[in-house]
């Protein structure tokens, strides 16, 4: 039963980095277009795959304090991600969902970049040491039942994106 007490942490984590994830996602195509490219595959502006992500970095990290050790290792971890991510989808739907091919520094034929690793590193890093420390202060303030109500909402809104999709 402490697991139901975190579920509000969870969902918050998920849609806040979903979010991030889009928005950087929908920035850097739409400069790289020149016009406005909406990544999103839902009809919010959440990218899943970046909420899931943001369930497993707490796992990894929750005893880590060294900010050095968090960028480098979830870099590396989210590099390792998208790769695998690049080649399933490829294998699945015939199709390429990115490509880093005009970006320097990229590598296995554009599918992965140092800088998009970076940026990743940056990102899980604000995660791990702002948006998740956030997210557990603001689910200790609330009132259980707002934060249960309101995580519940945001669960039943995704889920119906995922079925509407």
């Given at each position: 039963m402490r697991f139901l007490k975190h579920v509000p942490v969870l969902i918050f984590d998920f849609i806040v980095c979903g979010f991030i994830g889009w928005a950087y996602e929908t920035i850097i195509t739409s400069i790289a277009m020149g016009r406005f490219t909406d990544r999103g595959v839902l009809p919010i502006p959440v990218l899943p795959i970046y909420g899931l992500f943001a369930?497993?970095?707490?796992l990894i990290f929750r005893r880590e304090h060294n900010a050095f050790l968090v960028f480098f290792g979830s870099a590396a971890g989210a590099t390792l991600f998208e790769l695998a991510g690049a080649y399933i989808t490829e294998a699945i739907w015939h199709k390429r969902l990115w490509h880093y091919g005009d970006w320097k520094f990229n590598f296995f034929d554009g599918r992965i970049s140092l800088f998009s690793s970076l940026i990743f590193g940056g990102?899980?890093?604000?995660?791990?040491?702002?948006?998740h420390p956030f997210s557990l202060y603001l689910n200790g303030k609330a009132p259980k039942t707002f934060a249960i109500s309101t995580a519940t909402l945001a669960a039943v809104l995704i889920v119906l994106c995922f079925v509407l999709r």
């Open positions: 369930l497993i970095l707490p990102l899980c890093l604000l995660f791990v040491k702002a948006i």
